[in-house]
């Protein structure tokens, strides 16, 4: 079987909430307690997200979806967001071969926030070509380009792409 990459449709939101959350259960006993909630992603906001233009890729092989990547157009940048593979599958390349293809929709900067503590999250992008922002500016960032609670701004980082004006 081939893994290809395709945009996501309507009738996919139920695989891509299925693959979200269990993903995310990488993210248990590791970012901070009062930030883990189960489902993670509860359905209304994946629906909201979507609705707020995040548009989603699906990595698929033999009919079978497993791994999703949003990408969002925030104006000046594009946020990549909500990075999930299967468990079973990751460190496979599906991850890598979906952010390929999201960077290469779009000619702005892209930026992409994660937990502090995603310290794999943090591995992945770093070795597709992105640097860690330093703190003061994403803050600045966080509260510019994304919907988040000041909590998780705190606990928070943003790594940008080479296409990101760092003296801005
Ligand atoms: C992060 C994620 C989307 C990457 O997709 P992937 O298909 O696993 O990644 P790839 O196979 O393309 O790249 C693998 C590289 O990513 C990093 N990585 C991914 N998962 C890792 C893990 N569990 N532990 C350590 N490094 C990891 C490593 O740098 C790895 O390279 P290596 O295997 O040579 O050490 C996926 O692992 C995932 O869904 N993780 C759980 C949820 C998550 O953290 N999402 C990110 C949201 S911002």
């Known amino acids: 079987m081939t ?3 395709r945009i996501a449709a309507p009738v ?17 006993g590791v970012i901070p307690a009062d930030r883990w ?3 993670y992603m509860p359905r209304e906001e994946l629906d909201r997200e979507i609705a707020d233009g995040v548009e989603f890729w699906v990595a698929e092989d033999g009919g079978k979806i497993h791994g999703v990547m949003g ?11 909500h990075a999930y593979v299967s468990p079973g599958l990751q ?3 599906i991850g890598t071969m979906l952010l390929r293809h999201v960077l290469a929709l779009t000619a702005k900067p892209v930026l992409i926030g994660t937990w502090a503590d ?6 992945f992008y770093r070795r597709n070509g992105f640097t860690l922002v330093a ?8 509260r510019e380009y994304w919907s988040i609670p000041a909590r998780q701004v705190a606990t928070s980082v943003v790594l940008a792409d080479e296409r990101f004006d760092r003296t801005r």
Do not use: C, M
């Not at 996919?12 to 993210?27: G, K, L, P, T």
């Not at 995603?118 to 591995?123: N, V």
């Open 37 to 39: 909630h189960e489902p």
């Open 118 to 123: 995603a310290t794999w999250a943090i591995d």
């Open 71 to 81: 990408i969002q157009d925030r104006g000046d940048v594009a946020l990549v967001r």
């Open 3 to 5: 893994t290809r990459i």
């Open 135 to 142: 703190e003061a500016e994403k803050n600045v960032l966080l």
């Open 12 to 28: 996919d939101v139920d695989a891509i909430f299925a693959i979200v959350n269990s993903a995310a259960q990488a993210y248990r």
């Open 91 to 93: 460190r496979g390349g």
